[in-house]
């Protein structure tokens, strides 16, 4: 099969590699479209996988091509989405169904190969099968979709009215959609630059902030009349926004660590002491629930594409053939042209713009 296989940091190349042979339990997955996560320029380019060589990427739709199971033939031919952390399902989180918090995992496109490749194998485990009304751009979107519900729902929603989301990027306004979707009145979005505005604007937020041109925290308190926001999400990964998190924040209020850190995160001592003196909650969050009897993340979006309650095609920048996805890594690594969301389709022969 043809893959983009990572051999070193920085050295990713387009070649031969073997068809995976699937075992019991496992999937062949044709790989019909997948997207560029902000995690793989960073892990291509700069920190490398956990070993190599290792094909990245784990943010995919395709179709079952062979399984390993007789039990399972019935997947055959079936379009799936895929929940690209494998647990061991026997670790203390795993027997409390938080497959998210497993202490064992295995990761596809980074502790193994993963979806730049025409075949991915898979555990049957990690297939979800998807309606005919979700397209395959749509489900390889469902990893981060899932995600950012997940992040939302980790905060105190029945105490929240107000909420200022920092950064407009892809994943940020995916979560500004499930905040809209959950009744949160008023959502406050801190784009970096105009064509996020824009972006915003076209989804049908209005309370939008370019923080090129405005204070962040002056604006929020001139909006809020100086009480602050009942939660702010910190999504870009930066000190100064876990500060201006802080800042932004009423009283008792809560901020969201959603963004992966691009630096090490340092406060000075007097914003740090706000966090004691107005009494805040600070929340990680981590991957997504998926499978389980409580909540499954996974579920509630693709049910959530079916009744058109999320855009995410809005959000599509880029999309590539497969041969050409070496382009739209560059674009993320270098920001030489904005973009929204990259993907690449098996289904499309030459460079689309937005879908």
Not at 111 to 132: M, Q, S
Not at 220 to 236: F, H, N, P
Not at 274 to 286: A, E, M, Y
Not at 327 to 333: C, K, T, Y
Request: glycine content about 6%.
């Amino acid at each position: 099969m043809e893959a983009y296989v990572l051999h070193d940091i920085d050295d990713l190349r387009y070649e031969q590699a073997d068809t995976p042979e699937i075992k019991e339990g496992w999937a062949l997955v044709e790989v019909m479209a997948a997207g560029i996560c902000e995690s793989d320029i960073p892990r291509i380019f700069e920190l490398g996988t956990y070993q190599f060589p290792t094909i990245p990427g784990h943010e995919f739709a395709g179709i079952v091509r062979q399984v390993g199971f007789s039990e399972d033939k019935k997947l055959v031919g079936k379009k799936v989405g895929i929940y690209p952390l494998i647990p061991c399902r026997e670790c203390n989180n795993c027997r409390k169904e938080h497959y998210e918090l497993c202490t064992n995992y295995d990761y596809l496109g980074s502790r193994r190969n993963g979806c730049f490749a025409e075949y991915v194998e898979i555990p049957v485990w990690n297939l979800i099968e998807l309606p005919d009304e979700v397209s395959f751009a749509e489900a390889a979107m469902l990893e981060p979709m899932a995600t950012a519900l997940h992040a939302l729902r980790r905060l105190p929603l029945q105490e929240i009215k107000s909420i200022a989301i920092f950064g407009a990027d892809f994943m940020n306004l995916l979560l500004a959609q499930w905040a809209r979707l959950f009744g949160i009145q008023d959502i406050y979005i801190m784009a970096e630059r105009q064509e996020q505005v824009e972006l915003a604007a076209e989804l049908g937020f209005s309370l939008i902030c370019n923080t090129a041109e405005v204070n962040a925290v002056d604006w929020l308190k001139m909006r809020t009349g100086d009480a602050g926001v009942d939660a702010a999400v910190e999504g870009i990964g930066k000190s100064n926004i876990i500060e201006q998190c802080i800042l932004s924040v009423a009283a008792q209020g809560t901020i969201l660590t959603f963004a992966n850190p691009n630096e090490d995160m340092h406060l000075d001592r007097d914003v740090y002491w706000k966090i004691s003196r107005k009494q805040l909650n600070i929340i990680g969050t981590w991957n997504s629930s998926f499978s389980t009897s409580v909540e499954n993340d996974w579920q509630d979006a693709i049910d959530m594409l079916v009744e058109r309650k999320i855009d995410t095609i809005s959000l599509v920048t880029h999309n590539y053939p497969f041969r050409e996805l070496k382009e739209g890594l560059q674009v993320m690594r270098d920001k030489s042209e904005f973009y929204g969301k990259i993907l690449f389709s098996k289904s499309i022969k030459t460079r689309m713009g937005g879908m």
